[in-house]
């Protein structure tokens, strides 16, 4: 089984910065996608940042310029740096890791327990 662990998330002003941090744990044999999805009160779960295991990286179109999503493949991480944080950013923030473990090579996705984040105006 692989754990993701999420933490960084919190309160911020309009304009402030946070950076998330999710850790992979467990029989990991390894782990190709880590993301990031997003859902606010009464919206559909959105995908906002994705990495490859090479380094690709993937934006939605709302959060580009403002947010980077980078990768530490030693320790199995994956970060979320949000800057120019807006009202609308507001969500809850899941992390996401497609890998796979030595018990079953087939790749499977394992989900954080999400993290709160919340932008005042």
């Known amino acids: 089984q692989v754990q993701l662990v999420e933490s960084g998330g919190g309160l911020v002003q309009a304009g402030g910065s946070l950076r998330l941090s999710c850790a992979a744990s467990g029989s990991i044999f390894s782990i190709n996608v880590m993301g990031w999805y997003r859902q606010a009160p009464g919206k559909q779960r959105e995908l906002v940042a994705f990495i490859t295991s090479g380094g690709y990286t993937n934006y939605e179109n709302s959060v580009k310029g403002r947010f980077t999503i980078s990768r530490d493949n030693a320790k199995n991480t994956v970060y979320l740096q949000m800057y120019s944080l807006k009202p609308e950013d507001t969500a809850v923030y899941s992390c996401?890791?497609?890998?796979?473990?030595?018990?079953?090579?087939?790749?499977?996705?394992?989900w954080g327990q999400g993290t709160q984040v919340t932008v005042s105006s």
């Open positions: 996401y890791a497609d890998g796979s473990t030595y018990n079953s090579r087939s790749y499977s996705r394992y």
